[in-house]
């Protein structure tokens, strides 16, 4: 998944969770300690934790969580007025439009010996279990369905 899209997902909580910013009443604009008001408010935002996950934390080593949280806060005020359910709704919409969204991948080696077996990546969701080359998450090689699904065993 792009950063991007992790930002906004979690811009979807964030707004699910914690409605529109300008409602809270007991954060004053300014604590005296020159903290502004958005800074308190990413502050909310990390209660929430884990809003974006740890592969996109890291994923640009320039940007800080920091940087991330305020990512998160400015696309969630272009969601201000949205209630609890429309949030929801709206973060269903968009999970339906990444690709492998909820795939959860692991690797494999296949072949009878260890030290000449070739790497893959196994995909769980779902839909079923796809197999992909290490170079490539996105074009499964092969994929069975559930229904084809009738006996799993590893070593």
């Known amino acids: 998944m792009a950063a991007e899209e992790a930002i906004l997902l979690a811009s979807y909580i964030v707004q699910a969770e914690l409605g529109d910013m300008d409602d809270f009443d ?16 990413i502050e909310k935002i990390k209660v929430l934790q884990p809003v974006l996950p740890d592969y996109t934390l890291e994923s640009n080593k320039q940007m800080t969580k920091e940087n991330w949280y305020e990512e998160v806060f400015k696309v969630q005020q272009d969601h201000r007025g949205l209630s609890f359910e429309e949030s929801k709704l709206e973060y269903i919409k968009l999970c339906s439009k990444v690709i492998n969204f909820g795939v959860i991948y692991f690797m494999i080696k296949l072949g009878r010996e260890f030290e000449t077996a070739v790497e893959y990546w196994i995909g769980i969701s779902s839909y079923g279990i796809n197999l992909y080359s290490p170079e490539d998450k996105l074009n499964p090689r092969k994929s069975w369905g559930w229904t084809q699904v009738d006996d799993l065993n590893y070593k």
């Open 26 to 41: 007991d954060v004053p604009p300014d604590l005296g300690n020159g903290q502004s008001w958005s800074s308190q408010m």
